[in-house]
Each structure stands twice: as structure tokens, then as C-alpha cells.
């Protein structure tokens, strides 16, 4: 095993490749890496770091502290995808590094260094850590909130048994939910408070039900929100002042308050819906999720002498309450859920923990323990055989279909499938050690091969970024859009782009400039055919990942006839 003085070094080393791996290679994808980035750019154009603005207008949907980070990879690494995503790569590896030493507080060191393993060669962590979003500064945040509160309880409780914390304890995890206030609104404080109260009386709820007012008092939490709100409310009042409420009233009825009540933008989903996302998101290593949650309940029906029961207790509740708040939500999206996942993480690294040790609680009630968990960790090789099979047929057919040329991106099915098959083969062999050696190997190779290499071949396929920064690189064109204004238009013109809503809009648009470009998303082409000046036609098609493309109408050399179809 690693010694213990290495475990950071490793969990730090394992996260940066997963990130760091051709980092700035795919364009921003979505709407919403495009959308921070350009509000970024807006930002630091204007000089202006307290109101958000996209594309020319203010934009109410996220607060800035992610416009911070950007527009500290811009001066670092320059306007490009490198800079917009490299402050959400860096607090993802703080984050890898937070969850590997709550680990070791809470369960010790190797299963610490476990979960910090988990935590930084997930697919989850590869996709949000590397995205131009608010969910890594939200995710830094909360993560250190939780390892501030893991800290301070441990040291109280070792100090005289009780479970309240000293006020510069209560400062310091306030301070952080204010700055995770700063990165997505409320839920930085509401959520992260919803689960340190759940853990206290449920510590005490079992001993003296009716008197949680003194363990809820040790808890501070009117100091917390003091020391949160001193550390958000200023931007909070200075951008409600900048706008006289206009942004306030946009960021929580609508998108706070809107989105809880409604599924928004088409984002909507079951109670199973996060279930999946988990155990896709938390790939490989939730090829043991089921047996890593049954093992967490049969911990938390032990007798309270287990040391691990107050730690699973309060990894349950910070998990629980990111998950069940959301479950609850009208509007469902893969990365509302991505703080919990470094108590899922930790719980994961617990379970091969004990599975090395041969102590798995949720087998020993089985009549042949042994071969109880023989047959689990049979099923968890097989899942991971299976997901790689699914790999080597999905991403060629996906290649196929978005990308052609790229099949060969099914080779990356093989890391999971040889993974399974060699870890398999050292189970049997009783070398368990070495079989989780291997798994933590091929999640790194495999994730990172997913985001650095895969991820840039469908994102070239989609050619928003080179079409659009060819043409504006060629003369100082005058964009627009018609019907819709996509952010990545907004984003690789480096201009604000016109939103244009009829027919005639177009015609006036392209008649007033000879560098006036349109982009039209193809489902709309035929709307606006008949209004397309004779000197102009498709200068370029871009396709998408979806069934449509976006044409750019403009003028042409010679003249030629709109082509509505390629």
C-alpha cells in the first residue's frame, strides 16, 4: 500500500490528470459553459466584476463567483477554453483533496485515501470539474463546509463528548457557505446547515429525543448565517443596488424558486431520476453502489460501540440532504446533485476498506458470509465487463452517427473490460488488494480518456468553434441570430450578436452591412428563405450532436442560390 504520507500526493496527482487532460481541447459544449464564459469575457471587457451581463443584457441566472474564477483563467491562460474551465479543474482538485482528509478524520487513512480515489477518477468529476459552470466553486465550497464541521465536531468530541463547536469554528464553516452562496445562491447555506442539523439530532434522537435544544444550540447556527451573510450579502446588495432589484427578482423567483416548483427548459425527471445519475456519474466505482449502500445501513444497525456508525451517520446526512432536496425538485439536472457525491465517495471508499479487511456488515447475516461476498464482488466485475462492452459497441455507433471517422473510439471499451477481468482473476486468487489496485488504475485511464480524448473528437464534429471563429477571423462580420442567439455564437465571435425575430429582420440585417452574418438553426431555414437577399446564401453548416445543424447565411462571392439542404 501507499504510505500514508503519500495518500495526498496521490488523490492530488490522480484528480489533475483526469482534469488537466487536454483540458482546453474540446469546445464549450451546452449552453451553459458558453453562457458563463461570454458573461466572463463581458465582465472583464467592462471592468466591471459585480453585474453579470450576456450578449449585451443582464443576466440574472447564476451568481459571479464563477465569473471570478474565469476571469482569473483569462488573465492566466488566456481567452480561450483553457482559461474559461482551468479555476473549475483547480477547486475540483481541492475538492478531491477535502474529501481524501474528511476520509481520514472521519474513518481513517486508507479509507480516506479510497474515497479521495473515488472522488477524483469518477466520470461525474471528469465531466464537472472540467465544465465552465458554477457546480465546481459550489462543490469547493460545500466540501470544505463539511470538512470544517468534520474537523471542529471531531475535536470537541474528543475534548469533552459533546457535539458543539467553538465560535471561530462556526465562522470559519459560515464563511464558506457564504462563498458557496456566491457560487449558486441559496442552497450554498440552506443545504449544507439542512444536513449538519439532521446529523445532531439524529445523534441525539435516539438517546434523548426531547432535548434537542442544547445540541442544536452548540451548533451556532445564527453565527453561521452572520458570518455568511457578511461574506455574500455585499455583492448581493451591491448588484441589487446596480440594477434596482431587476437581477435579485430574476435569480430567486426565477431561477431559485421558478425552477424548484416547475421543470424548466425541459429538464425534468422521476424519483428514480437521480438514483441513475449516481451510479452513472459515480462510474466505475459504483459498480458496488448497492452493496456500498446495504453495507452503510447494516453499519448503521450495528450497536453504537462501532466507530464507524457516527461517521456513516453523517455522511448519510450530507448526502441525503443534497439528494432528497433535489429528488423533490420540479427541475432535474446531473450536476444539482455533484456535493453529495463526496460523501457517496467516502461510503464507497469504506466499503473496499472493510472488503479488504473481510468485514462486510451487509453479509453477515448470510449464512456463508464469505461466499455471500464472493458473489457481490462477482456481480461488481461483471457490471463493470458489461459497461465496457456497452463502451466498445455505444461509442462507435455514436461515431457513426455524430463524428465519422472516430470509431475507433470504441477501443476504450477495452480498459474496463481487461480491468474486470484481471481484477476478477486476483479475487480469486485472494489478492484483493491488488484487484482494487487495478480498478483504481483503469478508472483513471478510463475517465481520463473519456474527457481528454473522446469528448474532443465529437466536440470537433460539432465545429460551432472552428466555423464560426474562421469566419469572424476572415473580416469584422456583423453576427445575428434568428429566433434563438446560442452562446457558443456569442461566445467564439466575441461580439454581441442580434437576436432577430421575423423574416424582414433578416433581409434588413444581411442588406446592411457586406459582412452581416446570420446564424439560423435549420429547423427555422424555411421560414426565413423567401426573405434571403439574392447576393447571399449558406456560407457554412455546422452540425450538432442533436438531428438539426445551424447554417450562417451571408453574402457570397458570386451569386448563387440559397441551398436549404445540403
Not at 491488488?434 to 480524448?453: D, E, I, N, Y
Request: charged content about 15%.
Amino acid at each position: 500500500m501507499v504510505h500514508p504520507r503519500l495518500h495526498a500526493l496521490l488523490v492530488a496527482s490522480v484528480a489533475a490528470i483526469v482534469l488537466g487532460a487536454n483540458l482546453g481541447g474540446p469546445a464549450l459544449w451546452d449552453d451553459d459553459e458558453p453562457k458563463n464564459a461570454a458573461c466572463s469575457l463581458a465582465m472583464l471587457d467592462a471592468d466591471d466584476w459585480v453585474v453579470p451581463t450576456f450578449n449585451g443584457r443582464l443576466r440574472v441566472e447564476k451568481p459571479p463567483l464563477v465569473n471570478w474564477l474565469q476571469i482569473a483563467g483569462y488573465t492566466l491562460c488566456g481567452r480561450n477554453e483553457t482559461g474559461a474551465r482551468i479555476g473549475s479543474a483547480i477547486a475540483t482538485v481541492g475538492t478531491c483533496l477535502f474529501t481524501w482528509q474528511i476520509g481520514c478524520l472521519l474513518l481513517g487513512p486508507a479509507a480516506g485515501l479510497l474515497g479521495g480515489l473515488a472522488m477524483a477518477s469518477c466520470i461525474w468529476t471528469a465531466v464537472g470539474g472540467r465544465a465552465a459552470t458554477p457546480d465546481a466553486p459550489l462543490l469547493f465550497c460545500t466540501t470544505l463546509a463539511l470538512l470544517l464541521f468534520v474537523r471542529a465536531w471531531r475535536c470537541d468530541r474528543q475534548a469533552s463528548g459533546a457535539a458543539g463547536l467553538g465560535r471561530l469554528d462556526a465562522v470559519a464553516i459560515g464563511a464558506a457557505c457564504g462563498a458557496a452562496v456566491l457560487a449558486k445562491g441559496p442552497v450554498g447555506i440552506v443545504l449544507p446547515l439542512a444536513a449538519f442539523t439532521g446529523f445532531v439530532c439524529w445523534q441525539v434522537g435516539g438517546v434523548h429525543p426531547r432535548r434537542w435544544s442544547a445540541p442544536l444550540a452548540g451548533l451556532r447556527l445564527p453565527l453561521m448565517l452572520l458570518a455568511a451573510a457578511a461574506v455574500a450579502c455585499p455583492w448581493y446588495a451591491w448588484v441589487t443596488w446596480r440594477t434596482d432589484g431587476e437581477w435579485l427578482r430574476g435569480f430567486l423567483l426565477v431561477h431559485n424558486l421558478g425552477r424548484f416548483a416547475a421543470p424548466m427548459e425541459g429538464h425534468s425527471g422521476s424519483l428514480l431520476y437521480y438514483p441513475v445519475v449516481i451510479a452513472v456519474g459515480l462510474f466505475p466505482w459504483s459498480i458496488v453502489l448497492l452493496a456500498m449502500l446495504a453495507h452503510a445501513c447494516a453499519i448503521l444497525a450495528a450497536p453504537a460501540a462501532d466507530d464507524r456508525r457516527d461517521a456513516v451517520k453523517l455522511l448519510a446526512c450530507w448526502a441525503g440532504a443534497w439528494v432528497g432536496c433535489f429528488s423533490c425538485s420540479g427541475t432535474k439536472l446531473p450536476g444539482y446533485v455533484w456535493p453529495a457525491y463526496p460523501a457517496l465517495a467516502l461510503l464507497t471508499g469504506l466499503f473496499f476498506h472493510d472488503w479488504l479487511r473481510g468485514r462486510v456488515d451487509c453479509v453477515r447475516w448470510c449464512r456463508d458470509p464469505a461466499r455471500a461476498i464472493g458473489l457481490v464482488m462477482q456481480v461488481a466485475w461483471s457490471s463493470l465487463a458489461v459497461a465496457g462492452l456497452a463502451l466498445t459497441v455505444g461509442l462507435p455507433v455514436a461515431a457513426a452517427l455524430i463524428a465519422p471517422g472516430n470509431e475507433w473510439l470504441g477501443l476504450i471499451g477495452l480498459v474496463p473490460i481487461a480491468a474486470a477481468a484481471v481484477a476478477w482473476w486476483h479475487d480469486a486468487a485472494g489478492d484483493r488488494s491488488r484487484a482494487l489496485r487495478v480498478v483504481a488504475v483503469a478508472s483513471c485511464l478510463l475517465v481520463s480518456l473519456l474527457a481528454g480524448v473522446a469528448a474532443e473528437r465529437f466536440s470537433a464534429a460539432q465545429g460551432m468553434r472552428e466555423r464560426i471563429t474562421r469566419i469572424a477571423a476572415d473580416a469584422p462580420a456583423r453576427w445575428a441570430c434568428f429566433w434563438n442567439v446560442p452562446p457558443s455564437v456569442v461566445f467564439y465571435a466575441r461580439t454581441t450578436v442580434a437576436k432577430l425575430d421575423t423574416s424582414d429582420d433578416v433581409a434588413s440585417h444581411l442588406a446592411s452591412h457586406s459582412h452581416a452574418r446570420v446564424v439560423i438553426d435549420s429547423r427555422h431555414l424555411e421560414r426565413v428563405a423567401d426573405a434571403i437577399p439574392p447576393h447571399c446564401g449558406v456560407i457554412a453548416r455546422i452540425p450538432t450532436l442533436s438531428s438539426h445543424e445551424y447554417v450562417v447565411v451571408g453574402a457570397m462571392q458570386s451569386e448563387m442560390p440559397l441551398a436549404l439542404h445540403q
